[in-house]
């Protein structure tokens, strides 16, 4: 029996080993993220420490400022921007702890620190006021700044928002590992490709439009130096409980949501429309967690019609 759990262990230990050894990767420089991935119109400006991307597209109209999700940056909102810039003055950036602007040096991930953030860059490119369209985590900071700062925000969109918690719908297993604190230096280190890919067909529903380039792009932002720890932080620190607030979003609301959402569920789409006053509901049919990124022309367009009315 000795024998027996001697070899059973050496042999976990081995497997262990080779998990380790073909999931291990390195974080991969700022400057080789940049040269790979920015526009020829990005941006950088200092701010709290952090060197921040951002874009501005588009020199006529209103501002529209875009919001990303967890693992996202603002390459979610390329079709948008195409669409957009001709009609608007649209302005997204990196949020902290994801694409090319990478960590918060301090390492505070909190909503506080979130809506501090995107105030901060507001009046730093001397907006004072705008539209604003966010995604996931990012409709979670969009509905939430509207509601903090009424006076800056005049109509917003909330793309498949994060808000309620999430009752009986399954958490996914790589949202439960980041709350561990003490496989951080594990989970900071080992990022299988297939993972990456998983969570990209995650939030896709149709996976004929998953291209290698874009399984690579969530990667390599993933691996940009600093930005697992900051995603762990940023799962670990963010909580929901402010689902009274959304009542106080006094602003015009166009909810647009996937109706296969495997992220946020669907049943969230008439919460957020029963709960905001002065709301619009738009189901697509057939569509994931990123209409923005899944159909683009169409969702931008919808938006549009949406500012127009």
């Known amino acids: 029996m000795k024998k027996v759990l001697k070899y059973l262990l050496i042999g976990l230990v081995g497997l262990f080993c080779g998990v380790v050894a073909t999931s291990w990767q390195d974080d991969i420089p700022v400057e080789e993220i940049i040269?790979?991935?920015?526009?020829?119109?990005?941006?950088?400006?200092?701010?709290?420490?952090?060197?921040?991307?951002?874009?501005?597209?588009?020199?006529?109209?209103?501002?529209?400022?875009?919001?990303?999700?967890?693992?996202?940056?603002?390459?979610?909102?390329?079709?948008?921007?195409?669409?957009?810039?001709?009609?608007?003055?649209?302005?997204?950036?990196?949020?902290?702890?994801?694409?090319?602007?990478?960590?918060?040096?301090?390492?505070?991930y909190t909503r506080e620190r979130y809506l501090k953030f995107v105030d901060d860059?507001?009046?730093?490119?001397?907006?004072?006021?705008?539209?604003?369209?966010?995604?996931?985590?990012?409709?979670?900071?969009?509905?939430?700044?509207?509601?903090?700062?009424p006076e800056k925000v005049n109509k917003i969109a909330i793309l498949d928002a994060s808000g309620y918690p999430r009752g009986d719908q399954p958490?996914?297993?790589?949202?439960?590992?980041?709350?561990?604190?003490?496989?951080?230096?594990?989970?900071?280190?080992?990022?299988?490709?297939?993972?990456?890919?998983?969570?990209?067909?995650?939030?896709?529903?149709?996976?004929?439009?998953i291209t290698?380039?874009?399984?690579q792009l969530y990667m390599d932002l993933l691996l940009r130096e600093g930005n697992r720890g900051g995603l762990m932080g940023k799962t670990m620190q963010i909580t929901y409980d402010y689902t009274d607030e959304i009542k106080q979003v006094q602003c015009p609301t166009l909810?647009?949501?996937g109706d296969s959402d495997k992220l946020v569920n669907a049943d969230a789409a008439p919460k957020f429309h029963a709960d905001i006053p002065n709301s619009e509901l738009l189901i697509y049919e057939n569509?994931?967690?990123?209409?923005?990124?899944?159909?683009?022309?169409k969702s931008a367009k919808d938006f549009m019609a949406f500012l127009q009315r």
């Open 121 to 149: 860059m507001l009046v730093k490119l001397d907006i004072d006021s705008c539209y604003m369209a966010g995604n996931s985590f990012g409709g979670y900071l969009t509905w939430s700044y509207a509601v903090a700062h």
């Open 212 to 215: 290698e380039e874009l399984v």
């Open 35 to 108: 040269e790979k991935y920015a526009y020829d119109n990005s941006q950088f400006l200092e701010l709290d420490g952090m060197n921040v991307h951002y874009r501005i597209n588009g020199d006529t109209g209103e501002t529209v400022v875009l919001l990303h999700g967890t693992a996202s940056s603002l390459h979610t909102w390329e079709g948008w921007t195409n669409e957009l810039s001709k009609y608007y003055r649209v302005v997204s950036f990196d949020m902290p702890g994801f694409g090319i602007t990478g960590p918060e040096p301090n390492d505070v």
């Open 287 to 297: 569509m994931g967690h990123v209409p923005m990124e899944e159909i683009p022309e």
């Open 171 to 209: 958490t996914p297993i790589s949202f439960k590992l980041q709350k561990m604190a003490w496989l951080k230096p594990l989970l900071t280190n080992l990022t299988p490709k297939s993972l990456v890919r998983r969570g990209v067909e995650v939030v896709y529903y149709d996976d004929s439009k």
């Open 255 to 257: 909810i647009m949501w």
